[in-house]
């Protein structure tokens, strides 16, 4: 057969169920991963307490579940051929489960990182499998409305997350946080068994070749990278040995896994699909929102309740407006992605991202409520608008037959920025940290009268419950706990004028996409693949 008549018979298949039936019980699937990466994160000091671990120890819980879903994931194309792409997903649903019942049981924070990787495998071919099953399963012209309904799971569920996750961290225990995943884990392995096929292209296929060396390399890449970034700032980064060699390990293996796919025919992932200038500045741009999504989820919760004393509930809770934000965009995007360039809708999204980081850039240790709601509910409306166009645009040039492999590198990539945000902005909350402690520390010399001031005052007070010298004293580390807090709140306040400033800067890229692309003009692009 030849290479057209594949590709229009790729085209034209459909599958025998209503499409909109295929995206609820693929919703299913999605929303129990993708809730479990940042379910946790209210959760973090509770399971630190537990395991007798710091705060920076407690984050390879979020982190090894993002790195071991990334390392899995460009080999989505890989296990589709070996055992169907239905039989695969099937089987990372199981895995994911039964590995969610593993975390529930842990009992040492060792424990918990190994079955959380083993979560993250079972976990990592969801969304790439689920997101190429949908786009083939609507014709091209209802693949906006169709994403849109999809993305809803993907994009409420981290913000849904560290709600449900406080609730139950509050009112039950942590493990329960995983524990909840079983009744929805079977619930989705029943559903997409019943309803999702197989098309022709996408079943299972004999003989197929492993490319050993290039998962080696990717592993390695990939496990290096992660151990740089969380363990690099304790170790004082490139001043130490062991971080400058670990490094550069990662560097190699990560230049000789790309070398790898780029000449081996039986390469796990197919990297012809970035000659699409869709597709490749729309991924880049996806790695970058979610770098920054997914570093104020990580830091967020932990300002609210080691700051400001919120319960591990209403720091979730805080996240709400998230979802209404997104809720709202995304039924925006839905009515008007068919009559508007999706680049504006974009766009919009990314200025809105940009506002959130900026507003959270004034935080205070005074700050209202409302305070924290708005830019959260910026954050929302910025994740529908930008997201959800934009993989639509990065996909909508690309055959049926590369989307799972399409989908799958650009997952990929996409975990990799969020588990890079989460780690830099630990480093970077850190480090700023200690910068404006040099700066502030300066203040509290006995020649600047405001503080000899305050302290007078200060300990005066406190004689009233300890003798002079005493109070002296502990008004002198009451003034330094202050400051040191204050250090600490200008890291917070940094971190996110970064990711609002970065949101911003990325937006010329968009001009080196392509708008709304017509269905025919799609198809002859697609023939010239």
């Known amino acids: 057969m030849s290479t057209e008549a594949n590709i229009n018979l790729q085209e034209e298949w459909k599958p025998s169920k209503n499409p909109w039936l295929i995206t609820a019980a693929l919703m299913l699937a999605v929303f129990i991963f993708a809730i479990d990466g940042t379910i946790a994160n209210v959760a973090l000091p509770h399971m630190a307490g537990s395991f ?7 984050t390879w819980v979020l982190t090894s579940y993002l790195i071991a879903s990334g390392i899995v994931i460009p080999m989505v194309d890989w296990f589709s051929k070996v055992f169907g792409r239905k039989n695969f997903l099937l089987i990372s649903i199981i ?87 079983i009744p929805f884990g079977i619930a989705a ?25 290039g998962f080696l390399f990717l592993s390695t890449w990939l496990i290096t990278l992660q151990i740089v970034l969380d363990k690099g700032n304790n170790a004082d980064w490139f001043n130490s040995t062991w971080v400058c060699w670990t490094f ?37 741009i996806l790695v970058i929102i979610n770098l920054i999504l997914y570093a104020a989820l990580a830091i967020l919760p932990q300002f609210l309740q080691t700051m400001l004393g919120y319960t591990a509930f209403l720091s979730g809770f805080s996240m709400m407006p998230r979802g209404l934000g997104c809720l709202v965009s995304v039924l925006i995007c839905a009515a008007i992605s068919d009559y508007v360039d999706n680049r504006i809708l974009v766009a919009v999204g990314l200025i809105f991202i940009g506002l959130g980081g900026l507003v959270f850039g004034f935080l205070n240790l005074q700050i209202s409520t409302i305070n924290i709601l708005f830019p959260n509910f910026l954050y929302g409306l910025g994740m529908g608008f930008a997201m959800i166009p934009l993989i639509t645009l990065s996909n909508n040039t690309l055959t049926n037959a590369q989307l799972t492999n399409a989908s799958g590198v650009q997952n990929m990539l996409k975990n990799i920025g969020g588990a890079v945000g989460t780690s830099f902005v630990a480093t970077a909350i850190s480090r700023f940290s200690q910068v404006h402690q040099h700066y502030l520390v300066d203040n509290l010399v006995e020649t600047n009268s405001v503080y000899i001031t305050k302290l007078q005052a200060l300990a005066s007070a406190l004689t009233q419950y300890a003798h002079p010298t005493v109070a002296s004293y502990m008004a002198q580390n009451t003034l330094y706990n202050q400051m040191v807090q204050q250090a600490t709140l200008l890291a917070y306040m940094d971190a996110f004028r970064i990711f609002g400033i970065l949101a911003l800067v990325v937006i010329p890229l968009l001009f080196f996409i392509d708008g709304n692309v017509p269905l025919k003009k799609a198809q002859k692009t697609n023939n010239k693949h």
């Not at 007798?52 to 407690?58: A, F, L, N, R």
């Not at 975390?103 to 997101?131: D, E, H």
């Not at 190699?252 to 081996?264: D, E, P």
């Open 52 to 58: 007798s671990s710091s705060h920076d120890e407690s």
């Open 95 to 181: 895995l994911f489960t039964v590995a969610s019942m593993l975390c529930g049981m842990a009992n040492s924070l060792f424990q918990m990182v190994l079955f959380r990787i083993l979560q993250g495998v079972g976990g990592g071919g969801i969304i790439p499998i689920a997101q190429a099953v949908l786009l083939e399963s609507f014709p091209k012209e209802k693949r906006p409305a169709a994403m849109s309904v999809f993305s809803l799971g993907v994009l409420l569920a981290p913000i849904i997350g560290p709600v449900v996750g406080g609730w139950i961290t509050d009112n039950w225990t942590w493990p329960w946080i995983f524990y909840i995943n």
């Open 189 to 213: 392995i029943i559903a997409c068994h019943e309803i999702l096929e197989d098309p022709p292209y996408a079943s299972k296929q004999e003989n197929v070749k492993t490319d050993g060396l």
């Open 248 to 284: 550069t390990v990662s560097v190699i293996a990560g230049i000789l896994f790309f070398i790898s796919q780029l000449t081996n025919k039986d390469s796990l992932i197919d990297l012809k699909v970035f000659r699409d200038k869709n597709f490749l500045n729309g991924t880049i």
